[in-house]
């Protein structure tokens, strides 16, 4: 029971931080905020997801958990690679801007 | 023919080079008037001994890589009014005479990128295994850009600027040799060929490409194609 108290507390903060981050987006605070209440839902009624397991094809409840928290980490890190790439874009972009402005030429007095 | 080379500008990407970028600046600045060394962040004195020996200085303030000091140069030398750009390597194995050719060749012939090929000329000095993983490399590139080249990784270049501004250099790493050729291929720049004369010594060989590289070059061409 206290386990079941502990994971629905967490789902909630969860929920209510995916809820303060639907400015910045939209779609992942919503299946963030989606995943949350299907976990709490599954915290609550733990024989809900063998049904959902038997029904899909997967022997236990337990398995199809595990197996849905792969594909969530898996989109999880693809959408961080992603956002370091554009980071790094823009690192390039502002020190080659900063390396222009900077530049020194031979010729010139104020070294 | 000297008015042709009043307003070429060499492009000499920097990282770390302390023990011969002096030389290699003197050794291209008796040759032409304007060169420009973009400083990779070295941590050694590279950037102080270029300027001290007359080129222009642009510092990255972290490093990127040499694609993205290419970038940096080839923006420097358009912004100073270049006609035409010479990317050099800065560890002494190109030489000046050979850039010269390539600017000559560009005008001459009216085409909008010279291309310099060490297997057209001369090497001196490269090991048998850095031989054959170029060779593959070129056939890599010829099957991938339909360039009908026989170098296709070989730092000296020479561009009009018209053509300059049209290539776009986003691989900040190694893999923007293949990407420049990408650009010429995709933007059907007009290209040839001229020999030039390698020279490897023992610290270039140090500093040089390792062919572990090649395997982090194809990680990167094969990443910038899924975006």
Known sequence: ?111 | MVEVFENVWIVIPCYNEQAVIGKTVNDVLAAFKNVVVVDDCSTDRSADIAFKAGAHLCRHPVNLGQGASLSTGISYALQQGATAIVTFDADGQHNADDARALVRALFANDVDVVLASRFLGSTKGMTISKSLVLRLATIFTRVTTGLRLTDTHNGLRAFKASAARKIDIKQNRMAHASEILHEISSKNLRYQEAPCCILYTDYSRHKGQKMSGMVDILKDLFVAKLN
């Open chain 1, 1 to 111: 029971m206290i386990m079941r108290l502990f994971l629905i507390w967490a789902l909630l903060v969860l929920t209510l931080y995916a809820f303060t981050q639907r400015t910045r987006s939209r779609l992942i605070s919503y299946v963030m905020a989606i995943a949350a209440l299907v976990g709490m839902i599954l915290v609550a009624f733990p024989e809900v997801a063998t049904d959902v397991a038997h029904f899909v094809g997967v022997g236990r409840g337990a398995d199809l958990i595990a197996y849905l928290f792969m594909v969530i980490a898996i989109a999880a890190i693809f959408n961080l690679h992603l956002r370091n790439r554009l980071l790094d874009q823009r690192l390039s972009e502002l020190a080659k801007s900063f390396a222009l402005h900077t530049a020194k030429s031979p010729h010139d007095d104020r070294k």
